[in-house]
Nanobody
Framework: QVQLVESGGGLVQAGGSLRLSCVVSGSIFSINAMGWYRQAPGKQRELVATFTSGGSTNYADSVKGRFTISRDNAKNTVYLQMNNLKPEDTNVYYC???????????????WGQGTQVTVSS
C-alpha cells in the first residue's frame, strides 16, 4: 500500500517562508514523477511545481522565482520551498506522485492528504 505523508504547512505572514515535505512509502518499483498542486475552495486543483519523468522541473508562472521544488530520491521525498509568500498563495497543497508498483505495470497517480498553507497580509 502506498502512502504519501505531507508536512510543513501552516500560517505565515506575507513575505515569509515555508517548506513542505512529502514522504512516499510502500512497496514501490519506481517513481516516475513527483510534484505539488494546490486547490482553493470551489476551484480546480492547479499545478504548482513538478519534476517530470525526465527529471526536469516545471513551475506555475505565479510561483516562478519564489518557489523551489527539490527531491531526495534515497528518501522518496519531495520538498517545496516557498519564499516570499503572498496572501494569494493561501491554499491546500497536495503532493502528487506517478509511480509503478511492479515492473511492466501501468503508472498510477497517488495523492497526499493535503496540507493547509495560509498567508496573512
Amino acid at each position: 500500500q502506498v502512502q504519501l505523508v505531507e508536512s510543513g504547512g501552516g500560517l505565515v505572514q506575507a513575505g515569509g517562508s515555508l517548506r513542505l515535505s512529502c514522504v512516499v512509502s510502500g512497496s514501490i518499483f519506481s517513481i516516475n514523477a513527483m510534484g505539488w498542486y494546490r486547490q482553493a475552495p470551489g476551484k480546480q486543483r492547479e499545478l504548482v511545481a513538478t519534476f517530470t519523468s525526465g527529471g526536469s522541473t516545471n513551475y506555475a508562472d505565479s510561483v516562478k522565482g519564489r518557489f523551489t521544488i527539490s527531491r531526495d530520491n534515497a528518501k522518496n521525498t519531495v520538498y517545496l520551498q516557498m519564499n516570499n509568500l503572498k496572501p494569494e498563495d493561501t491554499n491546500v497543497y497536495y503532493c502528487n506522485v506517478k509511480l509503478t508498483l511492479k515492473p511492466y505495470r501501468p503508472t498510477n497517480d497517488y495523492w497526499g492528504q493535503g496540507t493547509q498553507v495560509t498567508v496573512s497580509s
